[in-house]
């Protein structure tokens, strides 16, 4: 149904369709016809960025595609700066200066400059070619050289409008593209763009790549200084403090240590372990044997203890030294010295009554000797072991401060190694070669298929869309009542038929009827009427007076209770139409009737003078600001129309709008049944809405609604 409605606005609007379209396709016709041929050259340049056998340089020459693809949006944005488009524009405009075969003719303000202007401006050029330089537009001379430019269509926003700059594909190329109306001028623009990127880019490169090198020279320089100065720091430090190797040092100072706790630990044991051996000899000896043993040995006794004196004094000169050979050398003479002497003394006991004794008191003898030697190997070594301790102890702190420096040599090494390596890479790298090179010149070539018949076909259908899309919006904004189905279902209320729009003034109702005269929508508006008075007969019943009223003003009224009338006279039926717009008396003005509403209900007129010899008679009025119970009361109003229904078949009341409130729901008070008429194309907004819920809380009286001015067409057939 949407889609109906729609081509139904389509089919109304036909001619914007196709007037619109064809206005544009003219326009652009006479814009396009003198157009010059096109010719478009293309160049070619190699980036080595994707190119494996030019990553030669690098340990691993694969990269992330996404990198990649930033590295060339960067190229072609490099392209693009306006620095390069104004050497090509300097270019071109002292090729069109100096040649005799100019690119493109000499502009208006070119002409009308003389000959010393172009000469300097021909200077100008130059000169910022060989520097490099844009023109600077602050300076008055050198705006208006450029303003040369701009008449010449040389300036860079114009060419770059007309290049295009693209990578093929995920390939190691770049295209470069430019069209204009001169085969020579597309290369000549092309491969001068291209020779003034790569130099460009070449100096670029170049001049970051020696920045670099010299920086990681100056880098490496501070980084060598350090490392030295460091390093000297931990030499002097260990020349200072007489270390050589802190780590031997330490460990051959543990492993001392250890062995001389070691020892005094087993001195101690055998300490014990003599001093109970020989406490448990004396035990088996009674007071005489020990009188008898010590008046025996009492001489040897001292020599014993005399080498034992010695060998505790060799003992402890032996620990002190290390253990020295010679010492314990020395150590063995007087232990086998002293072995000699306790032998003496035991040989002394063989004629003693105790010689039963002897091997006890051998033992005796060199358990004595044992723990003589024992104690005295105690007090050297913890002297000796007290000694390692503290010089141990004094390593500690050039331990740390030693681990320090050398932390600081380590980590000064490995960062001039990191710069040295970086600083070898980068200046291998400024001595190659930039990469980038054409690899494909720009030639002229041929020229275009023409735009022009393509220009024009786009025109027309983007006109043609356009048209489309705005009716669309009309169509999709459009709030308006279109058909009868629209109106039942926006106002929950019964439509009894639709009227066909119509030309009052072409219509005349008398021939209509009486007649058959009329066209084809003549006719059906005829067809249809009778169609509304079957369905208001069908409501009405045996009731007879029907108020028809409107939304607001000029919706039909007028036409449509006449059209009833005549249409109830057709079936026999005596008809009276009360002209009850008192705003608007169009009836009256229409049927130039000379009998009104104020004077019957005055009584100054009589029954017979109303009814006419046809069978619709016409009540008319006067006009004026003012409403039925206004001009007279309701009392006097219902008795008089009562009286007209016992003479009349059907009276047929035309009421002011639903706008004017009180002037059209009096005529609805008196009313046994109303009709509405609605205009199609209009909406029910704003006031209206209170009018149609007015009307349907009126329940039974109100019959329905009349659909008028419906537009008749292909999508709208006209009822036979």
């Not at 008449?151 to 093929?168: C, H, N, P, W």
């Not at 001169?182 to 003034?196: G, K, Q, R």
């Not at 980084?223 to 007489?242: E, G, H, Q, V, W």
């Not at 279902?489 to 009227?499: G, I």
Request: glycine fraction near 4%.
């Amino acid at each position: 149904m949407e889609l109906q409605k729609f081509l139904l606005l389509l089919y109304k609007r036909k001619y914007i369709l196709v007037i619109v379209p064809m206005i544009a396709v003219f326009i652009t016709y006479f814009l396009v016809r003198k157009l010059p041929d096109t010719f478009k050259s293309r160049s070619r340049i190699s980036t080595g960025l994707v190119d494996q056998s030019q990553q030669f340089l690098e340990k691993n020459s694969g990269q992330d595609e996404n990198k990649a693809s930033q590295q060339f949006s960067n190229l072609i944005e490099m392209n693009r700066l306006k620095r390069n488009f104004d050497q090509v524009s300097f270019h071109l405009m002292v090729h069109d200066l100096t040649s005799n075969k100019p690119f493109r003719p000499q502009s208006k303000l070119l002409k009308e400059i003389g000959p010393d202007a172009r000469a300097h401006a021909l200077e100008v050029f130059k000169a910022h070619i060989a520097s490099k330089q844009p023109l600077s537009l602050f300076d008055k001379d050198q705006f208006g050289i450029n303003q040369l430019l701009i008449s010449m269509g040389y300036d860079e926003a114009t060419l770059q409008k007309k290049i295009f700059i693209y990578r093929v594909n995920n390939s190691d190329f770049i295209d470069f593209e430019y069209e204009s109306e001169n085969p020579f001028l597309s290369a000549f623009v092309i491969n001068t763009l291209i020779d003034e990127f790569i130099d460009f880019y070449s100096n670029y490169i170049k001049g970051n790549q020696e920045k670099a090198v010299n920086f990681l020279d100056m880098l490496m320089k501070k980084k060598f200084d350090s490392l030295s100065a460091k390093t000297r720091l931990l030499r002097d430090y260990k020349i200072r403090n007489r270390v050589l190797n802190l780590n031997e040092q330490a460990k051959s100072l543990y492993m001392q240590i250890a062995d001389f706790e070691s020892r005094l630990q087993v001195a101690k044991k055998d300490v014990e372990s003599f001093e109970g051996a020989i406490k448990g000899i004396d035990q088996k000896f009674s007071p005489q044997d020990r009188r008898y043993l010590e008046s025996v040995v009492v001489d040897i006794n001292q020599s014993v203890l005399a080498t034992r004196e010695r060998l505790r004094v060799v003992t402890n000169d032996l620990v002190k030294s290390n253990f020295d050979p010679r010492i314990k050398q020395k150590q063995d003479s007087l232990k086998a010295l002293l072995e000699q002497q306790v032998l003496q003394s035991t040989d002394r006991l063989l004629v003693s009554p105790l010689a039963n004794k002897q091997l006890l008191v051998q033992q005796r003898f060199n358990l004595e000797i044992a723990l003589d030697q024992s104690k005295s190997s105690i007090t050297p070594l913890s002297d000796e072991l007290r000694r390692l301790n503290e010089k141990f102890d004094m390593l500690v702190p050039h331990e740390a401060l030693i681990q320090n420096y050398e932390g600081l040599v380590d980590v000064a090494g490995k960062e001039y190694l990191d710069i040295q390596n970086r600083f070898n890479q980068t200046s291998l790298e400024s001595s190659m070669t930039v990469q980038l090179r054409q690899i494909e010149m720009a030639m002229p070539g041929p020229a275009q298929p023409s735009k022009k018949l393509i220009l024009v076909a786009l025109a027309g259908i983007i006109s043609f869309i356009f048209c489309l899309a705005a009716l669309f919006v009309i169509f999709y904004l459009d709030d308006s009542i279109q058909n009868a189905t629209d109106l039942a279902n926006k106002t929950n209320l019964s439509v009894l038929a639709y009227l066909p729009y119509i030309n009052t003034s072409m219509l005349d109702l008398t021939n209509l009827w009486k007649n058959g005269e009329g066209n084809k929508v003549t006719i059906a508006f005829k067809n249809l009427l009778r169609s509304l008075r079957f369905e208001i007969e069908r409501e009405m019943g045996h009731k007879k007076q029907l108020v028809i009223t409107s939304l607001s003003d000029g919706e039909g009224k007028t036409l449509i209770s006449l059209g009833l009338a005549y249409a109830y006279s057709m079936v026999n039926k005596r008809v009276l139409v009360i002209d009850g717009n008192f705003d608007q008396p169009t009836i009256t003005a229409t049927t130039g009737t000379n009998c009104y509403l104020e004077d019957y209900l005055k009584n100054r007129i009589t029954l017979s003078e109303i009814i006419k010899e046809g069978r619709v008679s016409v009540l008319g009025n006067r006009g004026g600001d003012t409403s039925i119970f206004e001009f007279c009361d309701e009392s006097i109003v219902k008795p008089k129309l009562a009286f007209l229904r016992d003479v009349f078949d059907i009276i047929i009341i035309e009421a002011p709008a639903m706008d004017k409130l009180n002037k059209s729901r009096e005529w609805i008070v008196l009313a046994d049944k109303v009709v509405a008429i609605f205009a199609a194309g209009s909406t029910i907004k704003n006031g209206k809405k209170q009018s149609v819920e007015y009307l349907n809380d009126l329940g039974d009286s109100f019959a329905g609604w009349a659909l008028n001015k419906l537009i008749i067409n292909r999508l709208n057939k006209i009822p036979k």
